[in-house]
T-cell receptor, first 115, second 114 residues
Framework: QQQVKQSPQSLIVQKGGISIINCAYENTAFDYFPWYQQFPGKGPALLIAIRPDVSEKKEGRFTISFNKSAKQFSLHIMDSQPGDSATYFCAASSPRGSTLGRLYFGRGTQLTVWP | KAGVTQTPRYLIKTRGQQVTLSCSPISGHRSVSWYQQTPGQGLQFLFEYFSETQRNKGNFPGRFSGRQFSNSRSEMNVSTLELGDSALYLC?????????????FGQGTRLTVV
């Protein structure tokens, strides 16, 4: 059973546009929601993360929006650039204090930004 | 600060063989987790080690095992390799164990089983 569902599977955006990737989760005990960026041949790199006590977090051109009641969160990439072309993964983690320190990943979104 | 180091980067093995992969976490990090990444299944959790103890295990057969040393370095072993074990194996380093902790990945070891 997929604990974190991610959409779309692929996304094509014009340079300067906004890229939006959505994720939904089932387990209300999840307490930490990171996003990872992965380039071909590389491991996933931690991009930005949020905890459910805030509804939005912004770091540069990257923003996470979090809707606790809907059990959804999304990544917005403003002013998308060709260098942002990569695969993006959302994830969810067990609560702080839990001994079960693992991440549940979405299936990934392949983003292509056309110049 | 050096990142997570995984060795080797690439491996080609024959069915039935066994393989050992190595991971050196970020200095000061004591938790190491392993994930398998395939196009079909995505990123799947294998296990987590903290203070030389396995703290958590994913849904993989017993052919997959691991260990952690006193310096936090970790190894993962796969015995009796099958074609379906071909994947990118990723190691993640965290400063602590438990939920809600940041995880930083290495570049992975690409295993091909022929």
């Amino acid at each position: 059973q997929q604990q974190v569902k991610q959409s779309p599977q692929s996304l094509i955006v014009q340079k300067g546009g906004i890229s939006i990737i959505n994720c939904a989760y089932e387990n209300t005990a999840f307490d930490y929601f990171p996003w990872y960026q992965q380039f071909p041949g590389k491991g996933p790199a931690l991009l930005i993360a949020i905890r459910p006590d805030v509804s939005e977090k912004k770091e540069g051109r990257f923003t996470i929006s979090f809707n606790k009641s809907a059990k959804q969160f999304s990544l917005h990439i403003m002013d998308s650039q060709p260098g942002d072309s990569a695969t993006y993964f959302c994830a969810a983690s067990s609560p702080r204090g839990s001994t079960l320190g693992r991440l549940y990943f979405g299936r990934g979104t392949q983003l292509t930004v056309w110049p | 600060k050096a990142g997570v180091t995984q060795t080797p980067r690439y491996l080609i093995k024959t069915r039935g063989q066994q393989v050992t992969l190595s991971c050196s976490p970020i200095s000061g990090h004591r938790s190491v987790s392993w994930y398998q990444q395939t196009p079909g299944q995505g990123l799947q959790f294998l296990f987590e080690y903290f203070s030389e103890t396995q703290r958590n295990k994913g849904n993989f057969p017993g052919r997959f095992s691991g260990r952690q040393f006193s310096n936090s370095r970790s190894e993962m072993n796969v015995s009796t390799l099958e074609l379906g074990d071909s994947a990118l194996y990723l190691c993640a380093s965290s400063p602590a164990t438990g939920g809600g902790t940041e995880a930083f990945f290495g570049q992975g070891t690409r295993l091909t089983v022929v």
